[in-house]
């Protein structure tokens, strides 16, 4: 099945390397990131998890639960994050989805015949309380992801979802916004009383509001 931004996360039962897991249970009121891997005990995989792992409590300060998904089996996974923590100086603190038989990863669609037959691309899901997809981002299984990018984008994501604004190319936290077009000239003071600066008639920037 296709997946697209704004639709409801598919649901799913799975067994993982923390329990077994009901996914929407798992999200609860948090956001949360679904990352599938091509298949366990491979480089640029083993180095994802590890910067994640690390990375942690970046995503826990956002309110964000981190899953990982690959088609191996749980057995492999437990032995692969022995691997993990070896070779990239962490714990991994997250729980990876088994998913041997592929149902989750043809759910989400992860797996392009024209790329691999057999093993999952790098898809990223960014997924709201509300359980509906907010960003998705599709690797080559040959390029590792960028996750200070994801962090980024989910800054944005959490900012734009409570104000009406959006982010300008290669924002960071903490830099001015665009105020939405939607709303008119004379809304802004009330809006956003940190001020703001009309660049043109559809172009109006104001600091970020919710620091």
């Known amino acids: 099945m296709s997946i697209r931004l ?16 009901n996914f929407h249970e798992f999200i609860g009121n ?8 091509p298949a366990d005990y491979t480089p640029v995989c083993t180095t994802e998890l590890g910067k994640l792992a690390k990375l942690k409590p ?18 492999d996974h437990r032995n692969w994050i ?10 991994v603190n997250f729980p990876i ?18 790329a691999h037959e057999k093993f999952t691309v790098r898809s990223v899901f960014v997924i709201g ?10 690797y080559p299984a040959s390029t590792g992801r960028n996750f200070d990018e994801l962090l980024r984008v989910i800054d944005s994501l959490q900012l734009t979802a409570n104000y009406s604004v959006a982010t300008p190319a290669d924002w960071k ?8 077009p939607a709303i008119k000239d004379e809304e802004i003071a ?13 172009l109006r920037t104001t600091p970020q509001p919710n620091i």
């Open 97 to 114: 989805i088994a998913d041997p038989e592929r149902k989750v990863a043809l759910l989400y669609d992860m797996i392009h015949p024209n």
């Open 129 to 138: 309380p509300d359980k509906k997809i907010k960003l998705i981002i599709t």
């Open 82 to 91: 022995a691997d993990i923590n070896e070779t990239q100086k962490c714990t």
């Open 173 to 180: 936290f903490g830099e001015d916004v665009v105020i939405a």
């Open 190 to 202: 009330a809006k956003f009383p940190k001020g703001h600066v009309r660049i043109k008639s559809y």
């Open 30 to 37: 948090s956001w949360a990131v679904l990352f599938s891997h």
């Open 58 to 75: 970046e995503f826990e300060k956002r309110n964000v639960k981190v899953i990982a998904i690959s088609v191996d089996g749980i057995d």
């Open 6 to 21: 704004g639709d409801l996360a598919p649901n799913f039962d799975s067994l993982t390397t923390e329990g077994t897991i």
